[in-house]
């Protein structure tokens, strides 16, 4: 139905919670179509975003599959684009406060002296500020969890430099209706736009959507006559001096805010063990102290967290996993229901058991011997990271490329720097990890 109206390929409009659908997203790449296409909301892109945020596949893993058809290189715009995302993730983990300092303005400035405002305005919310791309975007965004790269840096840029609305609301308000929502790829992006991570502001004209937007649907994102309708210098001028521009005459109908959620969704446990009765036994109530008691006197216990759904497959043999979400951390990171699916749907898949709580008092809500070991992959999302690193042994999570020591800035000098050190691509394929 929405592929009709907004020209979305079906492609990236359901995201099924298995390895075995990241997978075949990546067999079906072809680096080159990817390449010329990628800018164009209707391209070749890969839809793994949500794959890789919630680590059902690494990036490693992906270059890996490809490359095995493929030959890559650190020219290929595919390597390019997943450089990117392992660049938000360096300076994450380079940034002070434990990695919160991304939440933050970085470096640069912002155009305009004024006050940006600390809410997205309910006409944005609503997709009825009458500029039609903003307002499919909305819609999009809404009924599928995820926006092509280009349909985001147009929300950023419209609702920072048109209507002045500070890119942390922005970020937080877009993180928490996206399935694949990161830390870094999101908040850093925001401020990317907004000019406090990069040398200028990013900013858009109703031109340029009309180049890029779905070819079967152009008329439903054209914003002729509309405040985007400019030359990119009065698009300048604005940003720098004009206070918010407001939504346009002849708005289009509200659509309602998909609510988002705190906590696990009340009954989603239920439903997904009543639609898979394979996936029941893991929410079962008991289950996690069965899981417990069942464990060898010495013996490791994984937790997969939702940052490390990783296949089976990819996991010592007879490794057993309890799946966790750690409570506490959701309150200030609300998710969509879609997104609370895709996880709690992935985690069953590869877990034993499924458990909520508190994750510091682990040991003692599930009255866990002191000889059980923990294990889990770090994690940097806020209470995750210090819970984890209080309860378990943790590893780093797998990568394509080096995490230099040294903070890199740009991501020019971050790809160089990961070129030096790795030599070709293909040599820093085969190695297993860093
Ligand atoms: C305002 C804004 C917010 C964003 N928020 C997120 C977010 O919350 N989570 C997220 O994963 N990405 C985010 N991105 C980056 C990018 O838009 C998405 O990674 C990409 O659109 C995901 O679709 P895809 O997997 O089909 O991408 P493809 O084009 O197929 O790219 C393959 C992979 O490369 C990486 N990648 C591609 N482009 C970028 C980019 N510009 N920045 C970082 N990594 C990239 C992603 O891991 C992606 O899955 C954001 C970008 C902007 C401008």
């Known amino acids: 139905m929405l592929a009709n109206i907004y020209g979305v390929p079906t492609a990236l409009q359901r995201f099924e919670p298995t390895h075995a659908a990241a997978l075949a997203r990546v067999k079906a790449i072809n680096p080159g179509n990817y390449a010329r296409t990628r800018n164009a909301l209707d391209g070749a892109v890969t839809g793994l975003s949500p794959y890789f945020t919630h680590g059902l596949l690494s990036t490693r893993a992906a270059a890996q599959e ?12 595919l390597v390019f684009e997943l450089g990117w995302r392992e660049f938000f993730q360096h300076v994450w983990s380079r940034a002070g406060l434990g990695g919160d300092a991304i939440l933050a303005n970085m470096h640069g400035t912002l155009p305009w002296a004024g006050a940006y405002a600390k809410d997205v305005p309910a006409d944005v919310r609503e997709g009825r500020t009458g500029v039609a791309a903003i307002d499919a975007a909305v819609r999009v965004l809404y009924a599928t969890g995820y926006l092509h790269n280009h349909a985001r840096m147009w929300l950023a840029s419209y609702l920072v430099h048109v209507r002045k609305v500070s890119w942390r609301a922005g970020a937080d308000w877009l993180y928490a209706h996206l399935i694949d929502g990161d830390l870094p790829s999101n908040h850093l992006s925001w401020q990317w736009v907004a000019g406090t991570f990069s040398s200028k502001p990013y900013l858009f004209n109703a031109e340029n959507v009309l180049r890029f937007a779905p070819a079967r649907a152009r008329a439903a994102w054209a914003s002729p006559n509309t405040v985007i309708d400019q030359s990119y210098e009065a698009l300048d001028t604005l940003a720098r001096t004009k206070r918010d521009a407001g939504a346009e005459r002849g708005m289009h109908e509200a659509v309602a805010e998909p609510a988002s959620y705190s906590d696990v969704p009340a009954g989603l446990a239920a439903s997904i063990s009543e639609s898979n009765k394979a996936l029941a ?9 069965n899981l417990i008691s069942s464990l060898r006197p010495q013996e490791t216990l994984e937790l997969t967290h939702p940052w490390a759904l990783s296949a089976r497959g990819s996991a010592p043999a007879g490794q057993r996993r309890l799946g966790v979400i750690h409570q506490p951390a959701h309150v200030q990171w609300p998710w969509s229901a879609a997104r609370w699916e895709f996880v709690l749907q992935a985690m069953a898949g590869v877990v034993d058991a499924v458990w909520v709580g508190d994750l510091r008092q682990i040991r003692t809500s599930l009255a866990m011997g002191a000889g059980i070991r923990l294990s889990a992959q770090a994690c940097l999302f806020p209470g995750y990271r210090e819970a984890l690193a209080r309860v378990a042994t943790t590893r780093p999570a797998p990568r394509l490329l080096p995490n230099p020591v040294k903070p890199h800035r740009s ?24």
């Open 66 to 77: 490809v490359n095995a058809k493929y030959p890559l290189s650190f020219d290929d715009k």
């Open 281 to 289: 036994h893991v929410f079962a109530d008991d289950s996690a102290i």
């Open 411 to 434: 991501f020019t000098s971050f790809y160089q720097q990961a070129q030096r050190e790795a030599g070709t691509l293909a040599e820093l394929l085969v190695v297993d990890t860093f």
